[in-house]
């Protein structure tokens, strides 16, 4: 442990705890308080959404007439882009400003503190940590806990080469390292305690079974149309049970080396008219019922060749769905096709959800057994959908 407080880090705590994220004074908040977040974010990337997709402007601490925006932005409670197809921003954004897909962040301190906090840590956990990202939350948990309790894992090398690097430059050596987070670290296991900061569609039954009796896992279980945080209990028979959180927060999703194939269906479909507004989807506690009945599809906003948009659903069987987000005469332009009817299902869950008083996920839990999983309303004896 460095025990060196940052001057900035420091009204970052309080801000923190201002907030009431945790306790002043207590043994998290002083881990904050010790950890320099600027110590492992030298470079960021802010985005804004245009016509012609997110846009990038690198930030660097080294750039003098950007070191005042640099900090502003560090010590604040801010998610920030520090990789970009895969690359580090710097190297990513050479001209300082350009256009791709996020591959990793350094998530805003208020979520890490609350999942942190929720954790439940004491001086002897032993702790996983499904994602390094910058290495700044393993600093902190190198902090509360001693590095040598203290594992992370990342499926990117140079995420975890950077992280490394700038963990030991701060005086920690927690183990770091190149991983698929779906199969756990079992070298280090077993733990106490699981964090993921990515999201996964179901729980890696590796991490029951690396995971001690009563221990927890923390994790996002999201896919392409909704999710929440899951907090599980593993128990003694290598079945964990557990809720979804109340506040809701969401990662990005889990990378592997064997990603799931999807095909495509030659299939003209079958049109229709449906009364569901597709602009539910994007509401936060319909998305999650929404999940549980695509299971595997992905959910995106898309523009047709006339530039009218419209929802669209494809499943990684083939099955697919396009649906108007402009109303006609009361109803919303369908087409469906492929081994299922995607917006069918969705319709279906909808009735339900409406007709059980449109809860949020709340309400739902998760069972895990060696072969199988599935998410749950209200009880483990109620309702459930399989969790694949």
């Known amino acids: 442990m460095t025990g060196a407080a940052h001057p900035s880090a420091s009204v970052l705590t309080d801000q923190l705890a201002q907030a009431g994220v945790f306790a002043s004074g207590s043994p998290l908040s002083e881990a904050f308080r010790r950890v320099d977040r ?3 974010v030298p470079a960021f990337a802010l985005n804004e959404h245009t016509p012609q997709g997110t846009r990038y402007r690198l930030v660097r601490r080294d750039v003098a007439a950007q070191r005042e925006e640099w900090a502003s932005h560090v010590y604040a409670d801010e998610t920030l ?18 256009t791709g897909r996020w591959t990793s962040s350094s998530t805003m301190p208020s979520l890490m503190a609350r ?25 902190i948990l190198s902090e509360r806990v001693g590095s040598e309790r203290v594992t992370s894992i990342d499926i990117s090398p140079r995420l975890v080469s950077d992280a490394t690097e700038r963990l030991a430059r701060a005086g920690y050596h927690p183990v770091v390292a190149e991983y698929d987070g779906h199969k756990g670290y079992p070298d280090r296991a077993p733990y106490d305690r699981i964090i993921s900061t990515t999201a996964f569609t179901h729980v890696p039954s590796a991490w029951i079974d690396q995971v001690a009796p009563g221990g927890l896992v923390l994790v996002n279980i999201a896919g392409g149309t909704g999710g929440a945080m899951l907090k ?6 290598g ?36 009364t569901l507004d597709p602009s539910l989807v994007s509401e936060p506690a319909f998305a999650f019922v929404a999940q549980l009945a695509t299971v595997d599809a992905h959910t995106v906003l898309r523009v047709a060749d006339d ?28 087409s ?5 009817r995607l917006w069918s299902a969705l319709e279906a869950t909808h009735a339900w959800w409406v007709a059980n008083g449109e809860p949020d996920w709340s309400h739902f839990g998760v069972t895990v057994h060696a072969e199988d999983q ?6 483990p004896d109620g309702p459930r959908w399989p969790l694949t």
């Open 38 to 40: 600027g110590a492992f």
């Open 81 to 98: 882009v520090i990789e970009v197809e895969g690359e580090s921003v710097a190297r990513a954004l050479p001209e300082g400003a350009g």
């Open 115 to 139: 999942m942190l906090d929720e954790l439940g840590l004491d001086d002897n956990s032993r702790v996983l940590e499904i994602g390094v990202g910058s290495g700044y939350n393993a600093a």
């Open 232 to 237: 599980l209990r593993v128990g003694d028979d």
């Open 239 to 274: 079945r964990a049970q557990g809720r979804f959180l109340p506040e809701w927060a969401g990662f990005m999703p889990a990378r592997s080396h064997t990603p799931r194939a999807r095909v495509t269906v030659d299939d003209e479909g079958e049109s229709g008219v449906s």
């Open 307 to 334: 530039g009218t948009e419209f929802l669209a659903l494809e499943g990684a069987d083939g099955a697919w769905a396009e649906v108007d987000t402009e109303p006609v005469d009361g109803g919303f332009a369908v």
């Open 336 to 340: 469906q096709g492929g081994p299922r």
């Open 374 to 379: 599935w998410v749950w309303f209200q009880n």
